[in-house]
């Protein structure tokens, strides 16, 4: 019999999960029974901003096909909830009063948008209902109202300074809405980017006609438009900022609800050991936002370092490839195990010995917009000349961190490289984007930098494309035949004027052509030099 | 008195159009032969001058290039040099049999063909027929290339047989025939790009490979719309600085990525060409939402591109898609992966949402590499097809050949391995225990390389047909001296599918043979059924009607059209005029539409553990320079070209040349678990600071494919050329570099 394998939620990385198991559902080594609350398949929750501004259209968002997917024997559940978990009986009880059984289940919960404690908001966190006027960005729904704020060329504040408030801003703004983001603290991206970094971003934001209210604390929202609805947001100096839609983007939260509900153990997430297993319990699975890598054992020092869950979509991804791959080991093995060659089969130990995932690195966070570049990473707070942090972490011979910095805020760009041993453990880019690119790619890559920093800053230079020593004699001009400019100066001197001629005596400029105009720039230095003496 | 004759350069697919002239002073020399030339006499044509113990004679022909839509009477440098092999020291005349000393000395044909024949009996007396391997490749003329096949599967019985063009273009071809339904390199003529506004160019350097392509590329560099993407600055990187478009350099092996980037822009900002998705093509939804997980700011972090040069990139093609023209064009860099088909296929994918290929004046294309590259994957060389590019396992292309033929189908044996297997089963059991080599240096320009050299001495029987004692043929019990190019009769067809005739201007030295005449008279020693000739028109006739009804579809095309100057572009079925832009009316699957396929970037496997705390570990890439050819048999032994690039250089990027202490000319190791290359360092800022660069045409110390993995592509059968960990480190000394072989040099 095919291993029962239920998934709840069906957001991106579940999208991702499902994907990597149908050649076992199709082979009919697992059974899989996927449940999702909204009422369409899985999209792609990222561009959901763009969607908002009406770049990209719903149905190029889609990642999923429930119709593909049930042709595949797939069991897809669409706009029903789980309303519990029965571990002893491993069922899942859904609201529509089925209960599908389950071998292995994986929370795919994903996470849901923190509504700030305002006064004019329902803080129900586990059913927001929002007023007219205001709106978080997650869902579909979501985006359809930014659509229509955007279209009508609306007022938008957005609240919040994180990633995902920032693109919605430019995208907004340069779609023709009027924007306004309001953060806490001095800069933008407070979390995750340096002072010298969020002051450049700033300065970026606003060129791109953004207006930046920085170190606010709002405490209200007031509905005094004609329709009752969202007319300004209050804050805590008694001013306000008023709007005809109000964005919210203070962040994420995992949700929990149903593991706690049925006694997992969570901590900001399902806590997961580094099979994504739920602790203390080998039939149930997290990944993705909902999911915290941290495993039981008290002195594994991975653990010890991690953070909580990441809220961006590639760890979700990792994870869902490899979770992939290792039910269908277990599917394998519970096949394997149910005939009478051997209880235990090789697939249950090709599953145990599948290496771990390792552990993610700190996120890199890239903005998403046109016309404005920044990446970020790790930690980049500490300062070139902070000497005290810079030391702190250089014990039993490791070496300390370094720090390389460029900083031209006239022309926006900023780049920040925290190093130590000359590997990234941060960096910010802000205006340059090759530099941004390289250096995240050096960073995933854990690779050391060359020694001479300012090779990556060069990178966005107008230098990089310039042809170098074109004035050398020496130097090949015709590549197809080999022939240096010395071999053509001496065919001119020996009498050819002509680039025909220069072709005839020495086949310069015979291949591709490309070396016509060179050659006739020698052939006319050469008579310029002979009339002029 | 002189003579000349119109025919095509011996290297690449552009296949040149050139004029050889025999200079009315040189007087033929008297050949030393035993047998008298095979071949009818052409009384106006002078022999080589073959001076064996002497020093290089005077070429003995005189090139020049002739105006032709491809080159335009343009040559490249290994064109202009190319007479200067005929009348080599080096050059083999008489077959050689390798003694048990291990020194080759001459035999006569009879001895050679008798040894032959025992050796395949014995062989498959003993291990069935299966143990005799063929190994061919993509220089051969399309006469011979077809033979090849015949005799094989015929004459030799064997299933054993595929040829080096599995190292080249199989996998845009199995890209091909999955999106189109056929694959024909570029299926447009080459004169189609001169009048585009955008070009975009995957992993290919024409400038250094084929340099009078170039000239096709001026139009889209005026429009400032050649977009190149390559992980080296390279020469036609280069062309596009000074408003000549965008160079892409994105880390090796993300090429992949990088085109579901470009993609997932053009449906992302509603810039797809819907009507003609919805008219002509399958599997769109599909294909949208596989891209959708890769957006431009993800694509930058995992390719190192820029996300706005992506932007651009996809915006640009579109534009130029309702404006002026864009094409796409795909080269090995792109394609020589373990996932070379899927990157072929996710550039078709790009071309199709685009609405590229089937129109007039825009399309995608793939840059075939070998001179006969093209023509050479057609008609039966490949393990899984018959001639007219027919799939072995169809029962239908099986009857139509065994009527061709005059067999029963039942004589025809089954798909046999890809190339890559094939080689890795040389002397194993169950393997190949004799094989015979044609045009086709394997021991240079297989993936690892050093556990091919070991499989060929582990043979029980190795048969090598060349005129140079390659590194191959000089681990070959038996050499068996062959034709150059300008020696004989027979037809190529070239990058676009065009069908070109190659003519005689010389006689060959009176020892050499044509494979023809080598294959028909083993055929005959081994009684084999159907018949197999010596003369090139006689073969070419019987090959129109095998690939009759294929989709290369050669029947309607004949010397005496070529030798008007006809020109003839597959399919050309009888009756026809040939087919100069495929898929104007509809593609080649059975409901006229081409199929999208969603592919992704595939997890790679984990490289060895750097062993060697001084060294550094590297990205390698491998690639051609302008002055040689393939592995080098040829070219290396022009010294006009040797002069200029004597010696396998590792260009590095300065920076991280310094973190290692390595300086301009240094030696350098570079090393992994499968071999060592040690070399020259050249340091050049125009290649990536994690990737090193060596050139794949020397031998020894200095082949590149020693370091390459024999891992391929699960479809196509490519091998990871493009994307090996090595690891880095300063040598003390450099090897005593003996650029050819020390047996030829004695």
Same mark, same amino acid.
């Given at each position: 019999?095919?291993?029962?394998?239920?998934?709840?939620?069906?957001?991106?990385?579940?999208?991702?999960?499902?994907?990597?198991?149908?050649p076992?559902?199709?082979?009919?080594?697992?059974?899989?029974?996927?449940?999702?609350?909204e009422?369409?398949?899985?999209?792609?929750?990222?561009?959901?901003?763009?969607?908002?501004?009406?770049?990209?259209?719903?149905?190029?968002?889609?990642?999923?096909?429930?119709?593909?997917?049930?042709?595949?024997?797939?069991?897809?559940?669409?706009?029903?909830?789980?309303?519990?978990?029965?571990?002893?009986?491993?069922q899942?009880?859904?609201?529509?009063?089925?209960?599908?059984?389950?071998?292995?289940l994986v929370?795919?919960?994903g996470?849901?948008?923190?509504?700030?404690?305002l006064?004019?908001?329902?803080?129900?966190p586990?059913?927001?209902?929002?007023?007219?006027?205001?709106t978080?960005?997650?869902?579909?729904?979501?985006a359809e109202v930014?659509?229509?704020?955007?279209a009508?060329?609306?007022?938008?504040?957005?609240?919040?300074?994180?990633?995902?408030?920032?693109?919605?801003?430019?995208?907004?703004?340069?779609e023709?809405?009027?924007?306004t983001?309001?953060?806490?603290g001095?800069?933008?991206l407070?979390?995750?980017?340096?002072?010298g970094g969020?002051?450049?971003?700033?300065?970026?934001?606003r060129?791109?006609?953004v207006?930046?209210?920085?170190?606010?604390?709002?405490?209200?929202?007031?509905?005094?438009?004609?329709?009752?609805?969202?007319?300004?947001?209050?804050?805590?100096?008694?001013?306000?900022?008023?709007?005809d839609?109000?964005?919210?983007?203070?962040?994420?939260?995992?949700r929990?609800?149903?593991?706690?509900?049925?006694?997992?153990?969570?901590?900001?997430?399902?806590?997961?050991?580094?099979?994504?297993?739920?602790?203390?319990?080998?039939?149930?699975?997290?990944?993705?936002?909902?999911?915290?890598?941290r495993?039981?054992d008290?002195s594994?020092?991975?653990?010890?370092?991690?953070?909580?869950?990441?809220?961006?979509?590639?760890?979700?991804?990792?994870?869902?490839e490899?979770?992939?791959?290792?039910?269908?080991?277990?599917?394998?093995?519970s096949?394997?195990?149910?005939s009478d060659?051997?209880?235990?089969?090789?697939?249950?130990?090709?599953?145990e010995?599948?290496?771990?995932?390792?552990m993610?690195?700190?996120?890199?966070?890239?903005?998403?917009?046109?016309g404005?570049n920044?990446?970020?990473?790790?930690?980049?707070?500490?300062?070139?000349?902070?000497?005290?942090?810079?030391?702190?972490?250089a014990?039993?011979?490791?070496?300390?961190?370094?720090?390389?910095?460029?900083?031209?805020?006239?022309?926006?760009?900023?780049?920040?490289?925290?190093?130590?041993?000359?590997?990234l453990e941060?960096?910010?880019?802000?205006?340059?984007?090759?530099?941004?690119?390289?250096?995240?790619?050096?960073?995933?890559?854990?690779?050391?930098?060359?020694?001479?920093?300012?090779?990556?800053?060069?990178?966005?230079g107008?230098?990089?494309?310039?042809?170098?020593?074109?004035?050398?004699?020496e130097?090949?001009?015709?590549?197809c035949?080999?022939?240096?400019?010395?071999?053509?100066?001496?065919?001119?001197?020996?009498?050819c004027?002509t680039?025909?001629?220069?072709?005839?005596?020495?086949?310069a400029g015979?291949?591709?052509?490309?070396?016509h105009?060179?050659?006739?720039?020698?052939?006319?230095?050469h008579?310029?030099a002979?009339?002029?003496a | 008195?002189?003579?000349?004759?119109d025919?095509?350069?011996?290297?690449?697919a552009?296949?040149?159009?050139?004029t050889?002239?025999?200079?009315?002073?040189?007087?033929?020399?008297?050949?030393?032969?035993?047998?008298?030339?095979?071949?009818p006499?052409?009384?106006?044509?002078?022999?080589?001058?073959v001076?064996?113990?002497?020093?290089?004679?005077?070429p003995?022909?005189?090139?020049?290039?002739?105006?032709?839509?491809?080159?335009?009477?343009?040559?490249?440098?290994?064109?202009?040099?190319?007479?200067?092999?005929?009348?080599?020291?080096?050059?083999?005349?008489?077959?050689?049999l390798?003694?048990?000393?291990?020194?080759?000395?001459?035999?006569?044909?009879?001895?050679?063909?008798?040894?032959?024949?025992a050796?395949?009996?014995?062989?498959?007396?003993?291990?069935?027929?299966?143990?005799?391997?063929?190994?061919?490749?993509?220089?051969?003329?399309?006469?011979?290339?077809?033979?090849l096949?015949?005799?094989?599967?015929?004459?030799?019985?064997?299933?054993?047989i595929?040829?080096?063009?599995?190292f080249?273009?199989?996998?845009?071809?199995?890209?091909?025939?999955?999106?189109?339904?056929?694959?024909?390199?570029?299926?447009?003529?080459?004169?189609?790009?001169?009048?585009?506004?955008t070009?975009l160019?995957?992993g290919?350097?024409?400038?250094?490979?084929?340099?009078?392509?170039?000239?096709?590329?001026?139009?889209?560099?005026?429009?400032?719309?050649?977009?190149v993407?390559?992980?080296?600055?390279?020469?036609?990187a280069?062309?596009?600085?000074?408003?000549?478009?965008?160079?892409?350099q994105?880390?090796?092996?993300?090429?992949?990525t990088?085109?579901?980037?470009?993609?997932?822009?053009?449906?992302?900002e509603?810039?797809?060409?819907?009507?003609?998705?919805?008219?002509?093509?399958?599997?769109?939804?599909?294909?949208?939402?596989?891209?959708?997980?890769?957006?431009?700011?993800?694509?930058?972090?995992?390719?190192?591109?820029?996300?706005?040069?992506?932007?651009?990139?996809?915006?640009?093609? %579109?534009?130029?898609?309702?404006?002026?023209?864009?094409y796409i064009?795909?080269?090995?860099? &792109?394609e020589?992966?373990?996932d070379?088909?899927?990157?072929?296929?996710?550039?078709?994918?790009?071309?199709?949402?685009?609405?590229l290929?089937?129109?007039?004046?825009?399309?995608?294309?793939?840059?075939?590499?070998q001179?006969n590259?093209?023509?050479?994957?057609?008609?039966?060389?490949?393990?899984?097809?018959l001639?007219?590019?027919?799939?072995?396992?169809?029962?239908?292309?099986?009857?139509?050949?065994?009527?061709?033929?005059?067999?029963?189908?039942?004589?025809?044996?089954?798909?046999?391995?890809?190339?890559?297997?094939?080689?890795?089963?040389?002397?194993?059991?169950d393997? &190949?225990r004799?094989?015979f080599?044609?045009?086709?240096?394997? $021991?240079?320009?297989?993936?690892? %390389?050093?556990?091919?050299?070991?499989?060929?001495?582990?043979?029980?029987?190795?048969?090598?047909?060349?005129?140079f004692?390659?590194?191959?043929?000089?681990?070959?019990d038996?050499?068996?001296?062959?034709?150059?190019? %300008?020696?004989?009769?027979?037809?190529?067809?070239?990058?676009?599918?065009?069908v070109l005739?190659?003519?005689?201007?010389?006689?060959?030295?009176?020892?050499?043979?044509?494979?023809l005449?080598?294959?028909?008279?083993?055929?005959?020693?081994?009684?084999?059924?159907?018949?197999?000739?010596?003369?090139?028109?006689?073969?070419?006739e019987?090959?129109?009607l095998?690939?009759?009804?294929?989709?290369?579809?050669?029947?309607?095309?004949?010397?005496?059209m070529?030798?008007?100057?006809?020109?003839?572009?597959?399919?050309?079925?009888?009756?026809?005029?040939g087919?100069?832009?495929?898929f104007?009316?509809?593609f080649a699957?059975?409901?006229?539409?081409?199929?999208m396929?969603?592919?992704?970037?595939?997890?790679?496997?984990?490289?060895?553990?750097?062993?060697?705390?001084?060294?550094?570990?590297?990205t390698?890439?491998?690639?051609?320079?302008?002055?040689?050819?393939?592995?080098?048999?040829?070219?290396?032994?022009?010294?006009?070209l040797?002069?200029?690039?004597?010696?396998?250089?590792?260009?590095?990027?300065? $920076?991280?040349a310094?973190?290692?202490?390595?300086?301009?000319?240094?030696? &350098?190791?570079?090393?992994?678990?499968?071999?060592? &290359?040690?070399?020259? $360092?050249?340091?050049?800022?125009?290649?990536?600071p994690?990737?090193?660069f060596?050139?794949?045409?020397?031998?020894?110390?200095?082949? $590149?494919n020693r370091?390459?993995?024999?891992?391929?592509?699960?479809?196509?059968?490519?091998?990871?050329?493009?994307?090996?960990?090595?690891?880095?480190r300063?040598?003390?000394?450099?090897?005593?570099?003996?650029?050819?072989?020390?047996?030829?040099?004695?």
């Open positions: 019999m095919s291993e029962q394998i239920v998934i709840v939620g069906f957001g991106p990385v579940a999208a991702r999960l499902i994907d990597e198991l149908l076992a559902v199709r082979s009919g080594l697992a059974h899989l029974t996927v449940i999702g609350e009422p369409d398949a899985a999209y792609n929750r990222v561009l959901v901003a763009d969607l908002g501004v009406g770049r990209t259209t719903a149905s190029a968002l889609a990642l999923s096909d429930a119709a593909a997917l049930i042709a595949d024997g797939v069991d897809v559940r669409l706009g029903v909830r789980v309303r519990r978990v029965d571990r002893a009986r491993q899942v009880v859904l609201t529509d009063g089925t209960k599908p059984h389950y071998d292995r929370f795919a919960t996470s849901r948008p923190v509504i700030p404690n006064t004019g908001l329902n803080p129900d586990a059913h927001p209902v929002l007023p007219a006027g205001v978080a960005l997650r869902d579909l729904r979501d930014l659509r229509q704020a955007v009508g060329g609306k007022r938008v504040v957005v609240l919040g300074g994180g990633v995902l408030g920032l693109e919605t801003a430019l995208a907004a703004a340069e023709g809405a009027t924007v983001v309001v953060h806490n001095p800069h933008p407070g979390r995750n980017i340096d002072r969020g002051a450049v971003l700033a300065a970026g934001m060129n791109c006609g207006r930046m209210a920085g170190n606010a604390r709002s405490t209200g929202v007031e509905h005094n438009a004609p329709d009752g609805g969202f007319s300004a947001l209050l804050l805590d100096d008694g001013s306000a900022i008023d709007g839609l109000l964005v919210l983007s203070c962040g994420v939260r995992p929990v609800e149903l593991a706690e509900g049925c006694g997992l153990s969570t901590a900001t997430g399902i806590l997961v050991d580094h099979k994504l297993r739920a602790h203390h319990e080998p039939h149930i699975f997290a990944i993705g936002d909902c999911a915290e890598v495993c039981p008290p594994c020092s991975d653990c010890r370092a991690a953070r909580g869950p990441s809220g961006l979509v590639g760890p979700g991804w990792r994870q869902a490899w979770l992939a791959e290792y039910l269908t080991l277990l599917a394998e093995g096949v394997d195990g149910s060659s051997s209880p235990t089969g090789d697939s249950v130990d090709a599953a010995s599948l290496p771990e995932l390792p993610e690195k700190p996120g890199v966070v890239v903005l998403k917009a046109r404005m920044m990446a970020v990473a790790g930690d980049n707070a500490a300062e070139p000349w902070d000497e005290e942090v810079l030391t702190a972490g014990v039993n011979g490791r070496p300390r961190l370094q720090i390389a910095q460029w900083a031209d805020p006239e022309h926006g760009r900023y780049v920040k490289m925290t190093t130590r041993g000359g590997v941060g960096l910010v880019a802000v205006g340059m984007p090759r530099t941004a690119a390289e250096l995240v790619s050096l960073f995933e890559r854990g690779d050391e930098l060359p020694a001479d920093r300012s090779l990556l800053l060069r990178l966005d107008p230098d990089q494309l310039a042809a170098a020593g074109n004035s050398d004699p130097r090949t001009v015709c590549r035949a080999g022939v240096t400019g010395t071999k053509i100066q001496d065919a001119v001197v020996d009498g004027s680039v025909a001629e220069v072709s005839g005596a020495t086949r015979t291949g591709c052509g490309g070396c105009s060179d050659i006739k720039d020698i052939i006319e230095k008579f310029q002979a009339a002029a | 008195m002189t003579t000349s004759a025919t095509h350069c011996p290297y690449c552009l296949q040149c159009a050139m050889l002239k025999s200079p009315a002073a040189l007087t033929p020399a008297v050949q030393p032969g035993s047998d008298p030339v095979p071949a006499p052409a009384p106006n044509v002078p022999a080589a001058a001076d064996a113990g002497g020093a290089a004679a005077a003995v022909l005189e090139v020049s290039g002739r105006d032709f839509p491809t080159n335009r009477g343009g040559l490249c440098r290994k064109g202009w040099t190319s007479a200067s092999l005929l009348s080599h020291p080096g050059r083999v005349t008489e077959p050689m390798k003694g048990s000393d291990g020194v080759h000395r001459p035999v006569s044909w009879d001895e050679a063909l008798k040894l032959i024949t050796a395949v009996k014995d062989t498959r007396a003993r291990y069935g027929a299966d143990a005799i391997g063929v190994f061919g490749g993509g220089g051969l003329t399309n006469e011979k290339a077809y033979q096949g015949k005799f094989a599967r015929l004459a030799l019985g064997t299933s054993r595929d040829y080096n063009g599995r080249c273009m199989s996998s845009a071809a199995a890209a091909g025939m999955r999106a189109f339904g056929v694959d024909r390199g570029l299926p447009f003529p080459l004169e189609d790009l001169d009048g585009t506004s070009i160019m995957l290919s350097n024409v400038a250094e490979t084929m340099p009078p392509f170039v000239q096709h590329l001026q139009g889209a560099r005026d429009a400032g719309g050649l977009i993407v390559d992980p080296r600055r390279s020469a036609t280069a062309f596009t600085s000074d408003g000549g478009g965008l160079h892409l994105p880390l090796p092996g993300t090429d992949l990088l085109l579901l980037g470009l993609s997932h822009v053009v449906i992302h509603g810039l797809a060409d819907t009507e003609f998705i919805q008219a002509r093509t399958s599997g769109f939804e599909a294909l949208a939402r596989s891209v959708n997980a890769f957006w431009p700011e993800r694509v930058q972090s995992l390719t190192g591109v820029p996300a706005d040069l992506i932007r651009e990139t996809a915006r640009r093609l %579109a534009h130029g898609a309702t404006k002026g023209g864009s064009l795909t080269g090995r860099g &792109v020589q992966h373990v070379g088909t899927d990157t072929a296929t996710a550039a078709i994918n790009l071309s199709l949402l685009l609405g290929p089937g129109s007039a004046r825009s399309g995608y294309g793939t840059l075939t590499g001179g590259g093209q023509g050479g994957r057609e008609h039966g060389q490949k393990a899984d097809q001639p007219g590019y027919r799939k072995i396992t169809d029962p239908a292309a099986r009857a139509h050949m065994a009527k061709v033929w005059g067999v029963p189908e039942s004589l025809i044996p089954g798909p046999g391995l890809p190339a890559v297997q094939l080689l890795k089963s040389l002397g194993q059991p393997g &190949v004799c094989l080599v044609h045009a086709s240096n394997i $021991a240079v320009a297989s993936p690892d %390389a050093n556990a091919v050299i070991d499989g060929l001495r582990s043979l029980d029987f190795l048969v090598v047909c060349d005129f004692v390659s590194e191959t043929a000089a681990e070959a038996l050499i068996l001296p062959v034709l150059q190019w %300008a020696e004989e009769e027979g037809t190529l067809t070239n990058l676009e599918g065009r005739r190659r003519r005689r201007a010389l006689q060959p030295p009176a020892g050499a043979r044509s494979e005449w080598i294959m028909a008279r083993l055929a005959e020693a081994l009684e084999a059924p159907s018949t197999y000739s010596e003369d090139p028109e006689t073969v070419f019987e090959l129109r095998a690939s009759a009804g294929g989709l290369a579809d050669y029947s309607g095309i004949s010397y005496a070529l030798d008007r100057g006809e020109a003839a572009y597959w399919p050309y079925p009888v009756g026809s005029s087919t100069p832009r495929l104007l009316d509809g699957h059975a409901d006229g539409k081409a199929v396929t969603p592919v992704a970037p595939r997890r790679r496997r984990t490289p060895a553990e750097n062993p060697d705390p001084g060294a550094k570990t590297m390698l890439i491998t690639g051609r320079l302008l002055e040689h050819y393939q592995s080098g048999a040829q070219t290396r032994r022009v010294s006009e040797l002069a200029s690039q004597p010696e396998a250089k590792m260009q590095i990027h300065p $920076a991280a310094a973190s290692m202490g390595i300086t301009d000319g240094s030696f &350098v190791s570079v090393a992994n678990e499968r071999g060592e &290359v040690v070399c020259r $360092a050249e340091l050049s800022t125009a290649i990536r994690e990737t090193v060596l050139p794949f045409h020397f031998p020894e110390l200095g082949s $590149a370091l390459t993995e024999a891992a391929t592509d699960p479809i196509s059968g490519m091998p990871e050329f493009k994307f090996n960990k090595v690891w880095v300063v040598a003390a000394n450099g090897p005593q570099h003996s650029v050819l072989q020390t047996s030829e040099a004695s």
